[in-house]
Antibody, heavy 121, light 107 residues
Framework: EVQLVQSGAEVKKPGESLKISCHDPGYRFATHWIAWVRQLPGKGLESMGI????????RYGPSFEGQVTISVDTSINTAYLQWRSLKVSDTAMYYCARMKEKMGNGYFDLWGRGTLVTVSS | SYELTQPPSVSVSPRQTATITCSGDTLGDKYTSWYQQKPGQSPVLVIYQDNQRPSGIPERFSGSNPGNTATLTISGTQPEDEADYYCQAWDSTSHVLFGGGTRLTVL
C-alpha cells in the first residue's frame, strides 16, 4: 500500500508561521482519522493530535493544545499541521499517520515519510 | 497523567528470542499496538490490538497483553530486526500515547 505523501523539509526562523501537509492518495480519506506525530531529534514518538476528516473533529494532545492547529481539506484528501509562531524547540520530524478502528482503540497502519522542520535564527 | 513505560534498550543474539515490555496502569484493559522504526525511516506497525499481525509482518513477531504489562516478542530474531520499538495505547480521555521506545540491538 502506498504511503501518505508529506510536504518537503522546511527551514524557518523563530516567530515565522508554517503549514505542512499530508496527502492521502487513497479514495477513502474521509473514513479514517489522521494523526500528527512529533519526533524530536534523537527522541521518541509523541502524538500531537488527531482529526476526523469527515467533520474536522480534532483532539489535541495535552502538550500541544493551543500550540498548533490541525485541519483538513477533504476536496484534495489533505491534512495540515500549522504553527502561527515557530520556536527553536519546534525543530523536529513530523509524521502523519492514518488511524484504523475507533477512538480509544485505534492504531496507525499507514504513515508518511515525515517532514523535517528546522527552526533556527 | 497516564504513561507507558518501556526499557530503553534490549539486547539479543541472532536467532534468539527478544522480549520488549510496555507497562501502564490497567494496560490490560486497553488495546496495545507496536511499531518498529529503523534509522531514517518512518514507523511501521508490527502488532495491533495486542496480538494481531498486519499482513507482510513476519510470523516471528507476536504480542500479548495479559495485565499491566504488554509484551512484544520476536522469536528467532534476525539482524534486520535491529530497530527502535514503540508501544501505543490510549488514555482514559481518548488521547493517544506512545511509550518512550526501546532500542533493540542484535549482537
Amino acid at each position: 500500500e502506498v504511503q501518505l505523501v508529506q510536504s518537503g523539509a522546511e527551514v524557518k526562523k523563530p516567530g515565522e508561521s508554517l503549514k505542512i501537509s499530508c496527502h492521502d492518495p487513497g479514495y477513502r480519506f474521509a473514513t479514517h482519522w489522521i494523526a500528527w506525530v512529533r519526533q524530536l531529534p534523537g527522541k521518541g514518538l509523541e502524538s500531537m493530535g488527531i482529526i476526523d476528516p469527515s467533520d474536522s473533529d480534532t483532539r489535541y494532545g495535552p502538550s500541544f493544545e493551543g500550540q498548533v492547529t490541525i485541519s483538513v481539506d477533504t476536496s484534495i484528501n489533505t491534512a495540515y499541521l500549522q504553527w502561527r509562531s515557530l520556536k527553536v524547540s519546534d525543530t523536529a520530524m513530523y509524521y502523519c499517520a492514518r488511524m484504523k478502528e475507533k477512538m480509544g482503540n485505534g492504531y496507525f497502519d499507514l504513515w508518511g515519510r515525515g517532514t523535517l522542520v528546522t527552526v533556527s535564527s | 497523567s497516564y504513561e507507558l513505560t518501556q526499557p530503553p534498550s534490549v539486547s539479543v543474539s541472532p536467532r534468539q528470542t527478544a522480549t520488549i515490555t510496555c507497562s501502564g496502569d490497567t494496560l490490560g484493559d486497553k488495546y496495545t499496538s507496536w511499531y518498529q522504526q529503523k534509522p531514517g525511516q518512518s514507523p511501521v506497525l508490527v502488532i495491533y490490538q495486542d496480538n494481531q499481525r498486519p499482513s507482510g509482518i513476519p510470523e516471528r513477531f507476536s504480542g500479548s497483553n495479559p495485565g499491566n504489562t504488554a509484551t512484544l516478542t520476536i522469536s528467532g530474531t534476525q539482524p534486520e530486526d535491529e530497530a527502535d520499538y514503540y508501544c501505543q495505547a490510549w488514555d482514559s480521555t481518548s488521547h493517544v500515547l506512545f511509550g518512550g521506545g526501546t532500542r533493540l540491538t542484535v549482537l
